[in-house]
């Protein structure tokens, strides 16, 4: 039978030889000599994306005469965007949503419910975000949310 300090020592020791190979291999990582480089190219194409786009998404709408196409991409655009909230990526998370709400069959009632769902500070971002993402969707021949203000939601 093992006794409580054997079990004390043998979790220490585990987490010490954890510890120790993350130590490793962030020292093996960072002195990489293609680290520096690609962790430049990624920040500045991040830096280029944000010039560029503001931050928008580049939304491939599905054939709209299609109504399980258009289901597909609903769920598809909640799903991203849920992701991406929980990831913390505000900004993006909202921007997928806004499409979501954008192309949904009933936006008031999709809208009631993040209400409820979201913390009142990234609701009020979707809610300044959806004329502009009804105005990108309607310059792609898009379906869009007719009149939407935040006076209809609450």
């Known amino acids: 039978m093992l006794s409580r300090s054997s079990i004390g020592i043998a979790a220490a020791a585990g987490s010490l030889c954890f510890l120790g190979y993350c130590i490793y291999f962030d020292r093996k990582r960072r002195s990489d000599p293609d680290f520096k480089r690609k962790l430049k190219e990624k920040r500045s194409r991040a830096s280029q994306n944000k010039k560029q786009g503001g931050g928008k998404t580049n939304v491939q709408l599905p054939d709209l005469s299609s109504p399980e196409a ?85």
């Open 70 to 154: 258009m289901q597909k991409f609903f769920l598809q655009e909640v799903q991203i965007g849920e992701d991406l909230l929980a990831q913390g990526e505000i900004e993006e998370g909202v921007e997928h949503l806004s499409v979501a709400v954008a192309v949904c069959g009933q936006p008031q009632h999709l809208l009631q419910v993040l209400q409820q769902t979201l913390p009142p500070q990234v609701f009020q971002l979707l809610i300044q975000k959806l004329p502009t993402v009804n105005q990108r969707l309607s310059l792609s021949k898009g379906p869009t949310i007719k009149n939407l203000e935040e006076d209809d939601v609450e």
